[in-house]
């Protein structure tokens, strides 16, 4: 996963490749913002992701149970890193 982030070329990749490799971002965007009208199933279905990987990364960011590794754009492999090592707290190893 990495990024606790929506990617819209990745989102969109296999569904609408023509949004995916739009030539720039304010394209893609616009493609994106014109699915209400032609598909607002798949609006909403991409709307539903954005909200869930913002909710995760709030998660990460406020819940308190990430205090190193949660600060700017969130990863997760370090959430990964520091939850396992919380987890082991020196009495294990970490792979």
């Not at 990495?2 to 030539?23: H, M, T, Y």
């Not at 308190?64 to 707290?89: C, H, K, M, S």
Request: charged content about 25%.
């Amino acid at each position: 996963m990495g990024e606790v982030k929506l990617q819209d070329r990745e989102w969109f990749a296999s569904i609408r490749p023509e949004i995916a490799n739009a030539s720039s971002a304010a394209i893609r965007k616009k493609l994106i913002t014109d699915l209400k009208v032609s598909d607002p199933g798949l609006h909403l279905a991409y709307l539903d992701s954005s909200r869930t990987a913002e909710g995760e990364a709030h998660f990460a960011q406020h819940s308190g149970r990430y205090e190193l590794a949660a600060g700017g754009d969130t990863n997760t492999y370090p959430l990964f890193i520091e939850l396992a090592d919380g987890i082991i707290r020196g009495r294990g190893k970490i792979g």
